[in-house]
């Protein structure tokens, strides 16, 4: 369950109110800090929090989730999963017998050690893996990573506005886009420069989850 915490809830709260205000019917939620697992509805906004963080009793670093319009939990085929304090999973009904895999995953900064780094990168290949050519996968998350631009050298994974220069990070990022087939589809498009990526397999139209 949710810290009873008011400071918890009315962060919550706002964050559905925002949610709402821009019509975002699915957001991924990283750094949430809560410990455990928690799902919690904001009745009057009409969104439902879906989060995993680091077991009751240790610090709370990291954390992952999801926030899903409250009206569209009935379209769910398999509510949202935490796998660690970094990935979740969730897989949603799409019309024509069709599903959608969606991973929210917020990765290791450069600060935290390589080994770290690693385990984040095999534990999200191995997830990858997982899911069926058939269904339509998105990644969401905050990756802590710069890419750079160039795009020649990684064609089918980087668009024409990536920004800033590629770090360590990005290096590992890049690698697993290209080996599970993966477009960073911010970078196809000019938008402001951020650290958060949304990617989709190639060569698959995105469907729009406006309920």
């Known amino acids: 369950m949710l810290d009873s ?6 962060r919550t709260a706002i964050i559905a109110r925002e949610l709402a205000r821009y019509k975002i019917d699915i957001a991924a939620l990283s750094e949430t800090r809560l410990s455990g697992e928690t799902e919690l509805e904001e009745v009057g906004a009409g969104y439902t929090f879906f989060c995993m963080g680091q077991p009751v009793g ?8 999801f926030a899903i319009r409250t009206a569209l939990i009935s379209q769910l085929e398999q509510r949202p999963q935490g ?5 979740m999973t969730m897989k949603l009904h799409l019309k ?5 895999i969606l991973i929210s995953a917020n990765a290791p900064t450069m600060s935290n050690d390589d080994a770290d780094k690693e385990a984040f ?7 990858l ?3 069926s050519f058939k269904d339509r996968l998105f990644l969401l998350g905050d990756y802590n990573a710069r890419v750079g631009r160039d795009a020649q050298t990684w064609p089918r994974v980087l668009g024409q506005h990536s920004v800033g220069n590629a770090n ?8 697993t886009c290209s080996e599970h ?19 989709h397999r190639q060569n698959i139209q995105t469907p729009s989850f406006s309920h």
């Open 168 to 175: 360590s990070n990005g290096s590992l990022l890049l690698q």
């Open 121 to 127: 990168y095999d534990h999200l290949s191995s997830v």
């Open 5 to 10: 915490d008011d400071r918890h809830e009315r």
């Open 83 to 87: 796998l660690s304090p970094r990935l």
């Open 129 to 131: 893996q997982t899911v």
């Open 58 to 65: 240790q610090p709370r670093q990291t954390g992952i989730g």
């Open 96 to 100: 024509r017998g069709r599903s959608a």
């Open 181 to 199: 087939e993966l477009a960073i589809t911010n970078t196809y498009f000019q938008q402001a420069n951020k650290l958060c990526f949304f990617f």
